[in-house]
């Protein structure tokens, strides 16, 4: 079972960044690779996926052209980059891994991570 370990969460103000970092212990061939969150009192919700076997990532609809998902060229390490962040953003954030995406969610996924606190607010 692949291990997920996740990094970058913590405290930020409406309009701020954050990039969260999950780094994983090796990957299989083929794989979808992504991002969850759950907000306070919400269900979790799948955020972004990378298809290795597409190349293509695909992103909840309400975050596309704030929220981005994408490695540094190694395959285990991936990142998601939040821009102007609004106090709705914050939650917990999981990396996972699995067997493909169907759009922004990740198919039977086989890993979490630990999952990473981001909190919004003035």
């Known amino acids: 079972q692949v291990q997920l370990v996740e990094s970058g969460g913590g405290f930020v103000q409406p309009g701020e960044s954050l990039r969260l970092r999950c780094v994983s212990d090796?990957?299989?061939?083929?794989?979808?690779f992504g991002w969850f969150r759950q907000a306070p009192g919400k269900e979790r919700e799948g955020i972004s996926c990378?298809?290795?076997?597409?190349?293509?990532?695909y992103y909840l609809e309400s975050l596309k052209g704030r929220f981005s998902t994408f490695n540094d060229g190694d395959q285990n390490y991936l990142y998601l980059q939040m821009n102007n962040l609004m106090p709705e953003d914050s939650g917990v954030y999981y990396c996972?891994?699995?067997?493909?995406?169907?759009?922004?969610?990740?198919?039977?996924?086989?890993?979490w991570g630990q999952g990473t606190l981001v909190t919004v607010a003035s």
């Open positions: 990378f298809s290795s076997m597409e190349g293509a990532t």
């Open positions: 996972a891994i699995g067997s493909s995406c169907s759009q922004e969610n990740i198919q039977s996924v086989t890993s």
């Open positions: 090796g990957v299989s061939r083929h794989y979808g």
